[in-house]
């Protein structure tokens, strides 16, 4: 299985210019695309996002060509400070005065919730890739919102899965207490008890806190065989150490639901070895994968995780999508987005269903041990591949307005 996974089929990197090499017939709206970048800069989520989303959309553009129709496509970001009421005037303001015509990243799910009700009344595009929770494809879907890179309902079928098949059949949660970790904890949730599990406690944390002493202790008084972090980013990171500091690892498995490489690699591999996580993308999968990778590490500084890649994947699927509708008209590229098949450096055969959701193959990885690694950022190895029919929510799941019963 492993060996499969890293060695993929090679699909064509886009090579600079591409749009130069395509036909140049179309019209836009401004003369102009504007793509917007809205994500944490500054947070406890700026590791994960921040820089490397806005160098990640960069990447796309310039890759792309820098121009559609011979018009310039110009990238602009923003800081919504994990607060939704920033992100969505943020939004607002783009789509009405800043000419933008996609936002791309939107770390934090109640940001992006709150710029997904944006963009269905603005008639504009939006593509989730740093948020997980599953309303960006139910109760805030439009034809003009697209979830990419992951989502609760996924990372839940991957390591809560695995977990709770394995014999992790009590659970007690660590949950970031807004949208994000309450909607991952709820999907968890449902996966141990299909199981036959049970959950005997949760205790919710703002987002950000640095004491995690009376989360760990009641997580550690519950019992539970496993104690899942329904959490990313530093919250996970200060979670897991406070968890071995007051020996909850000696007798309870954590399940880190939201792991990224960043977080591997800040914990170092001592702490973080034999950590299980469901990502859609790792850097060292295949020559293509590594070659976006060694790119990205150079303008930004560090490898790039799923999410960095769905920025690049989704940006320049978005303008493929212009390309091909003739047109910057919202209703029209929304059509090409989900008639277009997605082949590239991040997925084999990704495809944009009508609730918005892309659907592609998630992986379960393992993080290696000290002795495992051959260098910097070797921090994953394959467990298993999760097809795209399973990963994701099923159509008959959905409760999108969109999608016909």
Not at 344 to 367: C, P, Q, S
């Amino acid at each position: 299985m492993g060996k499969k996974l890293l060695h993929w089929a090679a699909a064509s990197v886009v090579a600079a210019g591409v749009g130069s090499a395509q036909a140049q017939s179309g019209t836009l709206s401004n003369d102009v695309v504007r793509i917007g970048v809205l994500t944490d800069i500054s947070g406890v989520y700026a590791d994960i996002s921040g820089k490397g989303a806005v160098e990640a959309v960069k990447m796309a553009v310039e890759d792309f060509g820098g121009k559609v129709f011979g018009k310039n496509i110009e990238v602009v970001f923003a800081d919504h400070q994990n607060k939704a009421d920033v992100g969505a005037a943020k939004a607002r303001e783009w789509f009405d005065t800043g000419g933008v015509d996609m936002i791309n990243d939107l770390a934090n799910s109640g940001v992006a919730l709150a710029v997904a009700g944006v963009a269905k009344e603005k008639k504009r595009h939006v593509i989730v890739n740093n948020a997980s929770n599953v309303g960006v494809t139910n109760a805030q879907c439009s034809p003009y919102a697209v979830h990419y890179a992951y989502d609760a309902y996924s990372l839940a079928h991957g390591t809560g899965k695995a977990i709770a098949e394995g014999g992790g059949d009590t659970w007690f949660f660590l949950t970031v207490d807004f949208a994000f970790g309450i909607g991952l904890e709820q999907q968890v949730s449902e996966v141990v008890r299909a199981n036959k599990g049970r959950v005997v406690g949760a205790a919710r944390h703002p987002l950000g806190t640095t004491d995690f002493s009376s989360y760990v202790l009641q997580a550690q008084a519950s019992k539970a065989k496993i104690v899942g972090l329904a959490s990313t980013g530093n919250d996970t990171i200060n979670a897991i150490k406070a968890a071995q500091e007051f020996g909850v690892t000696k007798n309870q498995k954590l399940a880190a639901l939201l792991l990224w490489i960043q977080d591997v690699h800040s914990l170092g591999l001592q702490t973080a070895q034999g950590l299980q996580l469901t990502n859609a993308w790792y850097w060292d999968m295949n020559d293509e994968s590594r070659a976006f990778a060694r790119r990205f590490q150079q303008r930004v500084g560090h490898m790039p995780n799923m999410a960095h890649a769905g920025d690049y994947s989704s940006t320049m699927h978005y303008l493929k999508s212009v390309q091909a509708a003739g047109s910057d008209d919202p209703d029209a590229v929304s059509a090409k987005m989900r008639e277009l098949p997605i082949s590239d450096m991040f997925t084999r055969n990704g495809k944009i269903r009508a609730d918005g959701r892309m659907v592609h193959d998630m992986y379960l990885w393992e993080v290696k041990s000290p002795a495992e690694s051959k260098g910097p950022w070797d921090y994953l190895k394959p467990v298993k591949t999760i097809p795209a029919e399973q990963a994701f929510m099923p159509l008959s799941q959905s409760t999108c307005y969109l999608v016909k019963k």
